[in-house]
């Protein structure tokens, strides 16, 4: 049973660029979520994908935006690259958008140069 | 922003000794939850106590729960080497914002053999 996945692991970019990631959740799960971490601090949420609708969303500039997709996957865009973006990206999936627990993927850490 | 704030920031001890971090937080909580991450990777689920439950066990590891206090404690018991990473309390306000959770900074366990 594969957990949640993510793509790519490792990448960097420029400032001003754009970045795609990729998650598919665990199997079975229809939600998926996203994290920003940066380095030496706690996980901050981005937002909530449900139905192919975003469904919540925390404190983030609309420079990040995100979709999913009938297989429940999802992508999170993030446009005009800042040098303050590079972070791990963490993606959790979970059975429904109200469940206690979600699972997290190993994250891909996004460098901007 | 976050939510809560472990103490401390980092804790060291010795294999077989027990380890105890602290949690506060500021708002009304459905639920708090313990993760752990290994290595600035993906994070691992520990532990949840509910808002109704005062303290819970699994395993080596012991929760506390003070609403009145709002503050939580996570107790590691006969630590091992293999326990080193970060530790984040983790709150879900539920309600219109059940899903999102607020993690803190964590606190840095470094076991030594």
């Known amino acids: 049973d594969a957990g949640v996945t993510q793509s790519p692991t490792h990448l960097i970019k420029t400032r001003g660029q754009q970045v795609t990631l990729r998650c598919s959740p665990k199997?079975?799960?229809?939600?998926v979520s996203w994290y920003q971490q940066a380095l030496g601090q706690g996980p901050q949420f981005i937002f909530q994908?449900?139905?192919?609708?975003?469904?919540q969303r925390g404190n983030f500039p609309d420079r990040f935006s995100g979709h999913q997709f009938p297989n429940y996957s999802s992508e999170l865009n993030v446009n005009a690259l800042l040098l303050g973006d590079s972070a791990l990206y963490l993606c959790?999936?979970?059975?429904?958008?109200?469940?206690?627990?979600?699972?997290f993927g190993e994250g891909s850490w996004l460098t901007v140069v | 922003s976050q939510q809560g704030e472990e103490d401390p920031q980092a804790l060291s001890i010795q294999e077989g000794e027990n380890a105890t971090m602290n949690c506060s937080y500021k708002?009304?909580?459905?639920?708090l939850q313990w993760y752990r991450q290994n290595s600035g990777r993906g994070l691992v689920h520990l532990i949840l106590?509910?808002?109704?439950?005062r303290e819970k066990h699994s395993g080596r590891l012991r929760v506390t729960l003070d609403t009145s206090k709002k503050s939580s404690s996570l107790l590691i018991t006969a630590s091992r080497a293999a326990d080193t990473a970060s530790y984040f309390c983790?709150?879900?306000?539920?309600?219109?914002?059940?899903?999102?959770?607020?993690f803190g900074q964590g606190t840095i366990l470094t076991v030594h053999p």
């Open positions: 959790a999936s979970s059975l429904g958008p109200g469940r206690d627990t979600i699972y």
């Open positions: 199997s079975g799960h229809d939600t």
């Open positions: 994908y449900y139905e192919e609708e975003e469904r």
């Open positions: 708002t009304s909580i459905n639920n």
């Open positions: 106590i509910r808002s109704n439950e």
């Open positions: 983790v709150t879900n306000a539920g309600g219109t914002s059940y899903g999102k959770l607020t």
